[in-house]
DNA sequence: TATCTAATATTGTCATACAAACTCGCGGTC
DNA sequence: GACCGCGAGTTTGTATGACAATATTAGATA
């Protein structure tokens, strides 16, 4: 039997965590893409829930920049362009670093043990090629060393961020190559990481991060640069 | 006569909007002090808004973590431990090296004007001890520099950090000592900028970072510490 | 005094309502 | 045929009232 429903801890079953959790899947999986317009009473109906809870969910992916307020005040998912996810994996780069070491520090057997299964899920998954399951598996890795790194406020900032790229992970891991290099990188952080030795996990980590941010950032500015030559009908 | 009102740009004239900023400066200004409960109804007539408003105000400052849910949902300030205030500052100082080397670089003419201008309210400011006053001006200088980094990245993420430690920082800067160094390192800053020179900018942001840090985490841990001694009655 | 119980308060959620701003299409005018 | 403006329909912002589920407090009782 198991005993995990007897948390005493209070229920989170709260509909507008149900909606906020939705929305933020259809928007990391791409359900709903950059620029789409989020209408409220469509939501509704789609969740299943009042316009309250759904203005509520709403505030808070407003604050976590997940959603944007276009000029009329519509509610749209957030575009991300080529020099917000170069800094937004400029800040990673600083916020998971630090992650990590102290990870390698403060963490407890049986956090690096989940994280090493993570790892193995994950080496997994890339041999299969499988990149919305890869990207699932990542964003796990990383929340474990986010996590693992026992500080609320790194914890606090980094994941936004996460939540941010979460959709561009996927387009980014197709780019030719990133594949193969991501697997050395996954590798050599978690080696360090079972090492103990944090520096190098901190530099395995700024590397993955950096050559992430090569990849996504070169996607971005392709796409940009197409949907400027053929900008007929823009505006939102 | 002034264009200023000409702004075509919609008016922000939400009553959320207003709800969310007079909460914010009733935190900042330590009206709420960390720990008050804040009772939705009480804030409805304080504010003069619905609750529909003063909820969805309450929801993006809960994901700003300027306040938390307590364990039976109420809602009060976040009570900003020694070991919080100790990593925002660290990320304050990754961010805002960045941030200040990025506005040496790329800000204007009129931003580094108008920068020059909050530093001499400041030291007018500090010839006076009004630390009210002050630390209201250090938010404008800190956030002046946010801006003229123009990476709207940075600044969503780094404001945020701002607003946590606002209140504290009237406190910390009571420190014995702290207003005179304080005074060197604005200068230091400031020169820096002027002169254009990005590396003693970061680092003299760096310097008064980790100088702020320590008086505030100093101030923390010896509250911590008596709060801790006399902890008949504890709860929320 | 300690404890149980009933009254009260608070939060989460829903359903409506309505004004203001915006969209879109229709019809009329030149 | 092009342009203008009007009106119906949408969408958001805000307020109000309602109600269940808890949480808190006060009161009554042993």
Redesign the interface.
């Known amino acids: 039997m198991e005993y995990e429903d007897l948390r005493i801890v209070?229920t989170p079953s709260l509909v507008r965590d149900h909606a906020i959790s939705k929305l933020r899947n259809a928007i990391s999986s791409g359900l709903y893409p950059p620029g789409a317009r989020l209408v409220e009473r469509e939501l509704c109906e789609a969740l299943g829930v009042s316009r309250?809870s759904v203005?509520?969910a709403l505030?808070?992916l407003?604050?976590?920049?997940l959603v944007e307020v276009g000029?009329?005040?519509s509610i749209n998912v957030a575009v991300i362009t080529a020099?917000?996810a170069a800094?937004?994996y400029?800040?990673r780069e600083?916020?998971e670093t630090?992650a990590i070491r102290r990870f390698v520090a403060l963490s407890d057997d049986a956090e690096r043990k989940a994280l090493a299964a993570v790892h193995k899920r994950l080496v997994k998954a890339l041999s299969k090629n499988d990149m919305a399951q890869l990207s699932a598996i990542a964003s796990e890795f990383y929340e474990r060393v986010l996590i693992g790194a026992k500080?609320?406020?790194?914890y606090?900032?980094a994941r936004p961020?996460l939540a941010r790229v979460n959709y561009l992970r996927i387009r980014s891991m197709a780019e030719p190559g990133r594949l193969d290099g991501g697997l050395k990188e996954w590798d050599a952080m978690m080696d360090a990481v079972q090492a103990g030795d944090a520096d190098r996990a901190a530099e395995a980590m700024a590397v993955h991060l950096r050559n992430a941010r090569a990849a996504i950032v070169a996607r971005l500015e392709a796409d940009e640069k197409t949907a400027t030559s053929s900008k007929r009908k823009a505006a939102s």
């Open positions: 209070d309250t203005r509520e505030r808070q407003q604050s976590e920049n000029r009329r005040r020099q917000d800094d937004i400029m800040i600083m916020l630090q500080s609320r406020v790194i606090e900032v961020l």
